[in-house]
T-cell receptor
Framework: KQEVTQIPAALSVPEGENLVLNCSFT??????LQWFRQDPGKGLTSLLL?????REQTSGRLNASLDKSSGRSTLYIAASQPGDSATYLC??????????????FGQGTILTVHP | DTEVTQTPKHLVMGMTNKKSLKCEQH?????MYWYKQKAKKPPELMFV???????INESVPSRFSPECPNSSLLNLHLHALQPEDSALYLC???????????????FGPGTRLTVL
């Protein structure tokens, strides 16, 4: 059974700092790993998806890396802004069949960026 | 357009009521999902539909009954719920089809359910 852990549980930083969020998973037989953002009381917004054959993905100030063999992924946020404040979730995809995914989520990291 | 819509946004129901949650996507996705998220917890998978057929049921109690009438629509019928079923119910979809296990899942905004 896949288990996903995120460290730290919460992070508070001043605006402008670069920061790293960590995600680890126990079953390395994943098809991909996805990072999401969730604002309070809202749905999930997909940030980045890394396929199992990839090492990293970048989107703007975000960079996600994947080391499948060690069961780890990191999300790097450059030049953080107050608008980045949210809960960040990683999810490992161990597909249950041929045409759909099965995501297991970590507990999330609550990020607060203060001005 | 990568939008998944869910209605209603909020729902309050008694333990004897019957209600339904609705999810819709028009991206041509063939896999659709229901998740349950309790406060300060991550989403937990409930059901997966692939090509309008139920593919995964994560041992969800029968008081939750999913339905996929067509490829764009996913319903969750609720009956005789308990107060502990109060949560945010999230719908998601992914492209699916022909080994498409690697697709991004797109989530709707969720329905906030309160059971009195």
């Amino acid at each position: 059974k896949q288990e996903v852990t995120q460290i730290p549980a919460a992070l508070s930083v001043p605006e402008g700092e670069n920061l790293v969020l960590n995600c680890s998973f126990t079953d390395s037989a994943i098809y991909n790993l996805q990072w999401f953002r969730q604002d309070p009381g809202k749905g999930l917004t997909s940030l980045l998806l890394i396929q199992s054959s990839q090492r990293e993905q970048t989107s703007g100030r975000l960079n996600a890396s994947l080391d499948k063999s060690s069961g780890r992924s990191t999300l790097y946020i450059a030049a953080s802004q107050p608008g980045d404040s949210a809960t960040y979730l990683c999810a490992a995809n161990n597909a249950g069949g041929t045409s759909y995914g099965k995501l297991t989520f970590g507990q999330g990291t609550i990020l607060t960026v203060h001005p | 357009d990568t939008e998944v819509t869910q209605t209603p946004k909020h729902l309050v129901m008694g333990m004897t009521n019957k209600k339904s949650l609705k999810c819709e996507q028009h991206m041509g996705h063939r896999a659709m999902y229901w998740y349950k998220q309790k406060a300060k917890k991550p989403p937990e998978l409930m059901f997966v539909y692939s090509y309008e057929k139920l593919s995964i049921n994560e041992s969800v109690p029968s008081r939750f009954s999913p339905e996929c009438p067509n490829s764009s629509l996913l319903n969750l019928h609720l009956h005789a719920l308990q107060p502990e079923d109060s949560a945010l119910y999230l719908c998601a979809s992914s492209q699916g089809g022909n080994g498409r296990r690697t697709d991004t899942q797109y989530f709707g905004p969720g329905t906030r359910l309160t059971v009195l």
